[in-house]
Structure formats: C-alpha cells, structure tokens
C-alpha cells in the first residue's frame, strides 16, 4: 500500500507564497509519475502540476509561471512551489503518485483571501 501525506497549506493573501510537501511511503518512488490537484468547492478536480520520472513538468495556463513542481527522489517528497498566489487558488490540493495504479493523500487546504 502508498501512503501520501501533504504538509503546508493554510492562509495567505493574495499575491503571496506556499510550498506544499508531500512524502510518498514507498521505496520505489523513482519510478512513480507525480502531480498536484486541486479541487474547489463545487467545482471537479483538476491537475496543475505533473512531474514524471525524468523531470519533465506539465503545468495548466492557469498555474503556469506561478506554480513549480519538483521531486526528491532520495527523500521520497514531491513539493508544489505556488507564488502569486490568488483568490482563484482557493482549493484542496491533493497530492498523487502513479505507476499502474493511482494513490492519492488525503487533501490540504490552501486559502487565498485578504
């Protein structure tokens, strides 16, 4: 089984910063694709950050230039680096680690307000 937990969301106004962790309890985790998803209330998960076993990283528009993923591969964390951070960033994230099947963590909320 994959445990996943995130560390790091909270509060931050607009146009601030979070770093969001995740470590994965897997030792086999060079091998996983990783990715960060959101999910707003009323609104369906979306993913904003991928990153697979090569580093190669996929952003949406919507996060793209604000928003950096990166892996540890010897300390088994995936990190979400968010700056500008918006009131349209408001969700719960959740982390996710793939191979042939997807693990998720529980989710964080991170809030964008003033």
């Known amino acids: 089984q994959v445990q996943l937990v995130e560390s790091g969301g909270g509060l931050v106004q607009p146009g601030g910063s979070l770093r969001l962790s995740c470590i994965v309890s897997r030792n086999i985790f060079s091998i996983y694709n990783l990715a960060w998803y959101r999910q707003a209330p009323g609104k369906q998960r979306e993913q904003v950050a991928f990153?697979?076993?090569?580093?190669?990283?996929t952003y949406p528009d919507s996060v793209k230039d604000r928003f950096t993923i990166s892996r540890d591969n010897a300390k088994n964390t995936v990190s979400l680096q968010m700056n500008n951070l918006k009131p349209e960033d408001t969700a719960v994230y959740y982390c996710s680690a793939s191979y042939s099947l997807q693990y998720w963590g529980q989710g964080i909320q991170v809030t964008v307000s003033s």
């Open positions: 990153i697979n076993p090569s580093g190669l990283t």
